[in-house]
């Protein structure tokens, strides 16, 4: 059990376009969903955290306007990457946190960006 | 703010031989720690956590680790490494968020190679 997952698992996208990912807890309820950025050798980055039907919440120095983040039902959240750059491309990871159950975290496989 | 430093970024071990992965932690107040692991094409996938209690944490995997509030420390062990274990190792430091979940600040990570 509590299994996530990302779609799209790679995308190539030109510049200017946008792009949005999903991120699904596929057998779990999740309240809160974490929206992670990993540049190649290096850490996860925390983006964004989202609590269902509310705001994200964005960590200091992301642009809210350009990561777009929708947590509209309790199994699917989703990130926006508007008027792409190919400074955004990245390996975006999510994770979700069971309702109701303890504060581990269950992170989905990633998702590759490349902006040409 | 909090942080984690995971001072090796590589490690090689032959198998069959111990293992010990350093992680120290910045953080203001009592912390929960997490180790997780990273294989290509695999979401992150928890080995441990310390929220309280016994500062000698069982894992999965055969893993464990030890909570050191002296040396802010939670090294990662394993007595015995297998091949299978090569991947790629983050410790992180989580700070609770409204709506549960902790928010995750992750090491730079240390990359395991094992030596048949």
């Known amino acids: 059990g509590a299994v996530v997952s990302q779609h799209p698992s790679w995308v190539i996208c030109k510049s200017g376009t946008s792009v949005k990912i999903e991120c699904r807890s596929l057998d779990f309820q999740a309240t809160t969903m974490f929206w992670y950025r990993q540049f190649p050798k290096q850490s996860l980055m925390l983006m964004a955290t989202?609590?269902?039907?509310?705001?994200?919440?964005?960590e200091q120095g992301v642009e809210k306007d350009k990561f777009l983040i929708n947590h509209a039902s309790l199994t699917l959240s989703t990130l926006t990457v508007t008027s792409a750059h190919p400074e955004d491309s990245s390996f975006y990871i999510c994770?979700?946190?069971?309702?109701?159950?303890?504060?581990?975290?269950?992170f989905g496989p990633g998702t590759r960006l490349t902006v040409l | 703010a909090q942080s984690v430093t995971q001072p090796d970024i590589h490690i090689t071990v032959s198998e069959g031989a111990s293992l010990e992965l350093r992680c120290n932690y910045s953080?203001?107040?009592?912390?929960?720690l997490f180790w997780y692991v990273q294989s290509p094409g695999q979401g992150l996938q928890l080995l441990l956590k310390?929220?309280?209690?016994?500062?000698l944490v069982q894992g999965i995997k055969g893993f464990e680790a030890e909570f050191k509030r002296s040396q802010s420390s939670f090294n990662l062990r394993k007595p015995s490494v297998h091949w299978s274990d090569a991947a790629e190792y983050f410790c992180?430091?989580?700070?609770?968020?409204?709506?549960?979940?902790?928010?995750?600040?992750f090491g730079t990570g240390t990359q395991l190679k094992v030596e048949l």
């Open positions: 992180a430091v989580g700070a609770p968020v409204t709506g549960g979940g902790n928010k995750l600040t």
């Open positions: 953080y203001g107040a009592t912390p929960y």
């Open positions: 310390y929220f309280s209690g016994d500062t």
């Open positions: 994770s979700a946190k069971r309702q109701g159950g303890t504060d581990t975290q269950y």
């Open positions: 989202s609590n269902e039907g509310s705001k994200a919440t964005y």
